[in-house]
């Protein structure tokens, strides 16, 4: 399967190239600048320019499934996070409706299931999120919307904790490379589409964790 991921330089996106590639994929790594070419192609990507408060679209071409994992990051004011996280999030959704790319997993946040139970200090961040999950869920696509609690650069562990309907769960932190291999999971699964999965570190090898409430 020919999949694009936006946010390819991020610390999850890098690890959902490399883990596209070892898969068997051919992974499509979309990225804000050439300078970033290398580090794609090093994980076995095929390295495509894009930027989602720009263009974008042109990045996404031949690609069966899109892996959305772009985020404006902490040090940005909430304009960003609603042009990156928000509407740039809706934008890809409409960019694969438009030309037929059916299949689409968004890395979003635990908090974003009740975005009033965040500290106030992340709320608009967890609201951004959320209106972006609704907006996917919404659309035609077959959708996988991931909310990961706090990342950690910890090595991956293979297994995780997934929590599909239960919005009081809780647990440790998770390391972006079991994310990262949690979407890739989601992909060889179709048991997941149309699934909002909450991720947690754990003990379930992460391909049963996809298939089961773990
Ligand atoms: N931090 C946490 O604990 C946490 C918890 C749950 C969920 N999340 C979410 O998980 C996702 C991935 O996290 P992460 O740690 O991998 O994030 P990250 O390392 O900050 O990576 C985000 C990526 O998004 C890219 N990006 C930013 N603006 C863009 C734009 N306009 N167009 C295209 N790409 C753009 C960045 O590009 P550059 O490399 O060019 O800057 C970066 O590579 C994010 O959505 C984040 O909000 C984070």
């Avoid at 998770?174 to 947690?200: K, N, S, W, Y």
Wanted: aromatic share 6%; charged share 25%; proline share 5%.
């Amino acid at each position: 399967m020919h999949v694009a991921v936006i946010g390819a330089n991020g610390g999850i996106g890098r690890e959902v190239v490399a883990r596209l590639a070892d898969a068997g994929h051919d992974a499509l790594g979309v990225v804000r600048a050439e300078s970033q070419f290398d580090a794609v192609r090093e994980r076995g990507g095929e390295p495509r320019v894009g930027d989602l408060e720009g263009e974008f679209v042109p990045a996404l071409q031949g690609a069966d499934a899109v892996v959305f994992t772009a985020g404006s990051g902490g040090g940005t004011g909430w304009d960003e996070t609603l042009l990156v996280d928000l509407w740039g999030a809706r934008r890809a959704v409409d960019a694969c409706v438009e030309h037929g790319i059916d299949r689409f997993v968004m890395v979003s946040a635990y908090g974003a299931g009740d975005p009033s139970a965040s500290p106030e200090a992340i709320r608009p961040y967890q609201v951004a999120k959320r209106c972006a999950d609704d907006y996917l869920e919404w659309s035609p696509l077959d959708a996988t919307v991931l909310r990961p609690t706090t990342l950690t650069d910890d090595e991956g562990t293979g297994r995780v904790s997934a929590a599909f309907e239960h919005p009081e769960a809780a647990g440790a932190e998770i390391p972006r490379a079991d994310v990262a291999q949690t979407v890739v999971a989601c992909l060889a699964h179709d048991e997941t589409v149309g699934e909002t999965i909450r991720l947690f570190g754990g003990d379930t090898p992460i391909d049963d964790a996809v298939q089961s409430d773990g």
